[in-house]
């Protein structure tokens, strides 16, 4: 029942997302775990729970704009979104955990892949990427129903 109707309202994936992540964020809020970010001569600390509470609040965004966009009888493409929320659910998983894709150090490992850095950049590539959907699904389904209603 659950999944027939989460495949009917493919548009809650968001808000499952946004709960899950902040969970995760308070299972681990007391952990001393930080995310460090060096920009030049710069570094700056931030708290995962900050960067998971960020994060759940923006999924909650997305699920939230779709979910009216939805009430307000807007066409949304099924599977441009369903894409949009593998790349993000996948970007975010990237950004926030990039250890589980670095292979274990007695097996190959390229050497691209030696420093998270460049994969945090490439997740974070993706996790644009994802947004840049989300704006094109959103005024797709504007300029359609603007062009249904003029003709």
Do not use: C, E
């Amino acid at each position: 029942m659950f999944t027939k109707n989460l495949k009917q309202n493919y548009i809650h994936l968001f808000f499952i997302f946004s709960i899950v992540i902040l969970l995760i964020g308070l299972q681990y809020k007391g952990d001393d775990t930080t995310l460090d970010i060096n920009v030049h001569d710069t570094y700056y600390v931030i708290a995962h729970f900050h960067v998971d509470v960020v994060i759940s609040i923006f999924s909650f965004i997305i699920w939230l704009v779709y979910f009216l966009l939805s009430l307000s009888k807007f066409k949304l493409n099924k599977r441009l979104i369903t894409f949009q929320f593998f790349i993000y659910a996948l970007s975010i998983i990237g950004i926030k955990f990039p250890m589980i894709f670095i292979f274990d150090k007695n097996n190959f490992k390229p050497s691209l892949f030696q420093n998270s850095d460049f994969l945090i950049f490439i997740f974070f590539a993706l996790f644009l990427i994802s947004i840049i959907l989300f704006v094109i699904i959103v005024a797709k389904s504007i300029f359609n129903k603007l062009k249904k209603q003029h003709f």
